[in-house]
């Protein structure tokens, strides 16, 4: 049951991210760019968490938190770097 929440979790967050990314490359809007990164971030996270916990059988949360971490600064920094 936990593997089917995290793939299910993992194909969210890319689906969302490509979906940010057709909206940048659509509107041009900065918002859209600097989100669509972060989500990206977010997504590798968590498809990092899948191969984690389904595929190997070693803890890679160190590996896994940076790119969730890189994710939520640059969202951080874009709203507030667009922030008028």
Same mark, same amino acid.
């Given at each position: #049951? @936990?593997? &089917?929440?995290?793939? @299910?979790? $993992?194909?969210? =967050?890319? +689906?969302? $991210?490509? /979906? /940010? +990314? %057709?909206?940048?490359?659509?509107?041009? =809007? %900065?918002?859209? /760019?600097? =989100?669509? /990164?972060?989500? #990206?971030?977010?997504? *590798?996270?968590?498809? +990092?968490?899948?191969?984690? %916990?389904?595929?190997? &059988?070693?803890? !890679?949360? *160190?590996? %896994? =938190?940076?790119? @969730?971490? *890189?994710?939520?600064?640059?969202? !951080?920094?874009?709203? +507030?770097?667009? $922030?008028?």
């Amino acid at each position: #049951m @936990a593997a &089917a929440v995290f793939i @299910a979790c $993992a194909l969210t =967050s890319v +689906i969302c $991210a490509v /979906l /940010l +990314i %057709r909206g940048y490359l659509a509107s041009r =809007s %900065r918002l859209l /760019l600097w =989100s669509s /990164l972060g989500f #990206m971030g977010l997504a *590798l996270n968590n498809v +990092i968490l899948v191969v984690d %916990r389904l595929v190997f &059988a070693q803890d !890679l949360s *160190l590996l %896994r =938190s940076l790119p @969730a971490l *890189l994710g939520v600064a640059v969202l !951080l920094f874009g709203c +507030i770097w667009d $922030a008028d």
